[in-house]
């Protein structure tokens, strides 16, 4: 059972439509990242949300963090076709390794024009 | 600033024999993490670096080890390659201490991606 389980695995809309991704757990969270990976690249950061209930916004992405910080959603208005990627979410699972990260398997999103 | 810096980007090996990957941290980043992609397990955590030490290790057989040099530059090595290793190993650098100067980001090198036939 993988710690952080995101849905949809895959998503595929075309531009101008909004899409939600979640990322879900049954574990706590002092705070969750959200990445995005473009083909070819490595995982970019998008945003690190750390209160609980939290709403972050990023232009035309919209970021919350769970009341209870087991959970998160990502919100996309309007996709373009440069949001085209895989996003990944993923917790700090100790204090004493910055660079641990444990991921999700991440969410496929295709935006065609 | 330079990135995170990986070579090679691509390399073919046959089963049984080794490989080295490098990373070049950002500069004035003293930590230093590996990572492995496939499509059917996802981002695994390999091992970590933090001032030439091996700060915390995933569950990885070992025939994965890793270095760090004193100029925060790591290498990662497999031996007796197996199908099952083939991948995109990415490497990921960050300042590596709590406090101001980090954020908790960690910076993706493009990553190498290792065929093993």
């Known amino acids: 059972t993988q710690l952080l389980e995101q849905s949809p695995q895959f998503l595929s809309i075309q531009e101008g439509e909004n899409l939600t991704v979640y990322c879900n757990s049954s574990s706590v969270f002092s705070s969750l990242q959200w990445y995005r990976q473009e083909p070819g690249e490595g995982p970019v950061l998008l945003v690190t949300?750390?209160?609980?209930?939290e709403v972050k916004k990023l232009k035309r992405l919209t970021f919350q963090f769970g009341d209870a910080r087991k959970d998160s959603s990502l919100h996309i208005t309007a996709a373009q076709t440069g949001d085209t990627g895989l996003y990944l979410c993923?917790?700090?699972?100790?204090?004493?390794?910055?660079?641990?990260?444990?991921f999700g398997a991440g969410t496929q999103v295709v935006v065609t024009p | 600033k330079a990135g995170v810096t990986q070579t090679p980007r691509y390399l073919i090996k046959t089963r049984g024999q080794q490989v080295t990957l490098s990373c070049s941290p950002i500069?004035?980043?003293?930590?230093v993490s590996w990572y492995q992609q496939t499509p059917g397990q996802g981002l695994q955590f390999l091992f970590e670096y933090f001032s030439e030490t091996q700060r915390n290790k995933g569950n990885f057989p070992g025939r994965f080890s890793g270095r760090q040099f004193s100029n925060s530059r790591s290498e990662m090595n497999v031996s007796t390659l197996e199908l099952g290793d083939s991948a995109l190993y990415l490497c990921a650098s960050s300042p590596g201490t709590s406090g101001g100067a980090d954020t908790g980001e960690l910076f993706f090198g493009e990553g190498s991606r290792l065929t093993v036939l």
């Open positions: 993923a917790v700090r699972m100790t204090t004493d390794s910055w660079g641990k990260l444990q």
């Open positions: 500069s004035g980043h003293r930590s």
């Open positions: 949300v750390v209160t609980g209930g």
